[in-house]
């Protein structure tokens, strides 16, 4: 990254903490009166040159497992409070930090867990060439496919299994289109998608994850 590049993300994060402190804040007491527990979860990832980093995010389950790929972590322990902040994306707030100290970008590739990582070690080898963000093309693209999966999976044996065998494969072929064809308008589009994919519908998003239509270059 650029010293222009990296000014620019310190500049944008300090204005976005600044306009979302208060509703930072605010989902903090709400956890700490109705939760009761404590409002930060520590997530081990991976960043660029697949190095590990602790990202932040507001707490949204009952003893919250960090063991699962990327996004194959809804179960029965989501408090009622956390399912509203994850479909509104609230929880992803103290990530500012990570963009702000240089672990993240706001856009870019979801970083992985190690243990996915290391099951996919050329894929994310490839991926984390450039820095993850806190939401990105097949964050967005595949959204409403997701929630389908993970609504419809009887147990977390089957929920991994599917997310592994049926989502992972999309997210890398478009997460390869994303770091070839990066551009400005390109993470315009993503960030209008992703307000789309969080007023969209009451289950957190209903984009069409038309992996073709973005692996063929509609949005460079």
Wanted: charge should be positive; aromatic fraction near 6%; charged fraction near 20%.
């Amino acid at each position: 990254m650029t010293r222009k590049s990296r000014f620019l993300q310190i500049l944008a994060a300090l204005v976005v903490l600044i306009i979302a402190l208060p509703v930072l804040l605010m989902c903090v007491v709400l956890i700490l009166v109705i939760d009761r527990q404590p409002p930060l979860f520590a997530a081990q990832r991976l960043k660029a040159g697949c190095r590990p980093f602790t990202m932040w995010k507001l707490r949204t389950m009952r003893g919250a497992d960090d063991g699962l790929p990327t996004g194959a972590d809804k179960t029965n322990r989501i408090t009622r409070l956390g399912a509203v902040l994850r479909r509104l994306r609230l929880d992803e707030l103290p990530q500012i930090w990570n963009v702000l100290v240089g672990d993240m970008n706001f856009i870019g590739p979801r970083p992985p867990t190690p243990a996915a990582a290391a099951q996919f070690p050329e894929e994310f080898d490839k991926i984390l060439s450039i820095a993850p963000g806190v939401t990105g093309l097949g964050t967005v693209s595949l959204a409403l496919e997701e929630q389908r999966i993970m609504a419809s999976s009887r147990s977390m044996s089957e929920l991994e299994a599917t997310y592994v065998t049926k989502i992972l494969p999309c997210k890398f072929q478009i997460e390869h289109h994303y770091r070839e064809h990066k551009s400005i308008r390109l993470d315009c589009w993503i960030m209008w998608k992703t307000l789309a994919v969080v007023l969209a519908s009451p289950s957190g998003g209903s984009m069409p994850g038309r992996r073709s239509v973005i692996v063929q270059g509609a949005y460079r």
